[in-house]
């Protein structure tokens, strides 16, 4: 419950209640004022502890709720569980109280920025057509926090408030969880958990033995065949390094056992810094690796995943986001926790202007196999696709086939060319020559040619490819599935591990009850494949 102190001018125009403890928790109490802005009235909400800002333009009516929850939903450093917990906890009821006698100067300063930058407000609220949309008072949020001068030291103690409050649990795994193949070479970060919480500079010898034993733990991942992902093993080191021994353990004591949300935090503010596929690519990879080591549950390893693709998407999936009277976001959003990584040097990346196109092939028809890597008993595929497609479209055209429903990264190798199909700008594993998966066609392929498609760095799911044929182009409608063996992969289910595991629940009859409600009630038989519905999923 948001408790709302309203100032003398509007107690004519509000309910109060004095009944009641003032609740002196974190989140619970914000100043509210009347605002004139080109001389229309707007109202201003201040959290006290952190000094963040919400606009609304009506009082009562749930207003400030919506427009307090949709201020959230645009916060790269929550994740969905505290957006949760904040409205259900902090913004589902309003409670209005006179405001106390002491003056808040979080709130005397928002206003006199307010009435001494006029023009600018004027000019944001001129470009929103509409204002009466709840989303358009965050452009005055962003402005105000750009005008004050603290933007980093407000949003970044939100942030921290939020997580002091409600850290997500990170969950270990079951006993006997066939996903749990290595074996630890690194003690169990829980061994801290009395620790968490503790300021880092008082306990100078519990961090160093956390740093020690997250330095085996990046030691082993590198090594293990998560790791083997990266390429780049200095890259993924120096962010693991800065995520583990810096960010972690800054303020205070904190593990990869303490809060999901953590790396989240970590990835938003360093997007600025380094390539935003190779911060997710690295952080869900370890995190998948530590499910392999029994530290976290599967499924934990697959939030950290969906937390990263939210944080990017809010970032940079509105198109106006981009757009240049939006800087205010985009500063706030690039400037927050820039000093926990240094600016990394440009990756050496060996680019030719290669050929896209073999004209040879170009107007052929390639008839393919495909495999799922791994797992028994066989998954397969062989289906005819032609040599104008590009690899992006060879790609996706494999993941529709085998369930995959194109919600995660994706690239494709060629070990015979030593060619590396991918869009992302910066990360080429070690030997290899990156060519973009958009432009390069099917047609550079070669008969006996194996090209394997990596999908979801995080359950990291493997598919190998080899070129059969190359024949000319009939009527038939490609691509087109010939044969098919198998259903496929379950999306999120925990990559290889997760689905052997589900494979011998299901032959025994025991899938678990919460596992066959996330898959909507009805179990999915892996030996069981229909054609036909392939040939509409690759449509």
């Not at 009466?132 to 949003?155: H, I, K, M, P, W």
């Not at 061994?191 to 500079?201: F, M, P, Q, T, Y």
Request: proline share 5%.
């Amino acid at each position: 419950m948001a408790q709302l102190f309203y100032s003398p001018d509007l107690a004519d125009r509000l309910p109060h209640n004095n009944t009641g403890k003032i609740s002196q928790k974190p989140l619970r109490r914000w100043q509210l004022s009347p605002v004139k802005i080109d001389n229309k009235t707007y109202y201003l909400y201040v959290e006290e502890e952190t000094g963040l800002p919400v606009f609304t333009d009506k009082l009562g009516e749930g207003n400030f709720s919506q427009a307090a929850i949709n201020f959230l939903n645009e916060m790269p450093f929550l994740v969905d569980p505290q957006r949760t917990w904040l409205i259900q906890n902090v913004f589902s009821f309003n409670l209005y109280r006179p405001i106390p006698s002491a003056e808040n100067k979080k709130l005397k300063n928002y206003l006199q920025i307010i009435a001494s930058h006029q023009a600018e407000f004027k000019e944001t609220l001129n470009d929103n057509d509409d204002f009466s949309s709840t989303e358009d008072f965050n452009d005055l949020v962003y402005l105000l926090l750009a005008l004050s001068g603290n933007n980093q030291e407000v949003l970044m103690k939100f942030c921290q408030l939020v997580n002091e409050e409600y850290p997500v649990k990170v969950k270990a795994p079951r006993p006997g969880a066939k996903y749990c193949t290595i074996k630890p070479q690194f003690k169990d970060p829980r061994i801290w958990a009395d620790d968490e919480g503790k300021a880092s500079a008082d306990n100078p010898a519990t961090v160093q033995a956390i740093s020690q034993n997250n330095q085996q733990m990046i030691d082993q991942f590198i090594a293990s065949s998560d790791g083997q992902l990266m390429g780049d093993d200095k890259t993924a080191r120096r962010i693991l390094d800065q995520f583990l021994n810096h960010f972690m353990l800054k303020n205070k004591i904190c593990t990869v056992t303490t809060n999901l949300a953590a790396p989240n935090i970590f990835f938003a503010g360093t997007l600025d810094q380094i390539d935003e596929d190779l911060l997710s690519v690295t952080l869900s990879s370890f995190y998948n690796f530590l499910s392999h080591t029994g530290i976290v549950s599967q499924s934990a390893a697959r939030d950290v995943s969906d937390y990263l693709r939210t944080s990017y998407d809010i970032i940079y999936g509105e198109p106006e986001l981009a757009a240049s009277e939006d800087d205010y976001q985009d500063s706030l959003i690039q400037q927050l926790l820039d000093e926990l990584t240094p600016a990394q040097a440009d990756m050496s990346v060996d680019v030719e202007n290669r050929r896209l196109i073999n004209p040879q092939n170009y107007d052929q028809a390639y008839v393919i196999t495909a495999e799922l890597a791994d797992f028994k008993p066989l998954v397969s595929r062989t289906f005819v696709i032609k040599g104008s497609s590009t690899i992006e479209e060879l790609a996706e055209t494999v993941i529709l086939m085998f369930h995959g429903d194109l919600a995660h990264l994706y690239d494709a190798i060629n070990e015979q060319t030593e060619e590396f199909y991918t869009q992302s700008e910066d990360f080429v594993p070690g030997g290899m020559t990156k060519v973009k998966l958009d432009l390069a066609t099917v047609s550079l392929l070669n008969e006996k040619d194996k090209l394997t498609i990596h999908y979801d760095y995080g359950d990291g799911w493997e598919f190998k490819l080899h070129v059969q044929k190359i024949q000319p182009v009939t009527n038939q409608e490609l691509p087109h599935v010939q044969k098919a063996r198998g259903y496929g992969i379950i999306e999120d289910i925990g990559g290889v591990g997760g689905l052997e595991q589900y494979y011998d629940d299901y032959q025994k009859g025991q899938v678990d009850p919460d596992l066959l409600d996330w898959l909507g009630g009805e179990p999915i038989d892996l030996n069981a494949v229909d054609i036909a519905e392939l040939n509409q999923l690759i449509k």
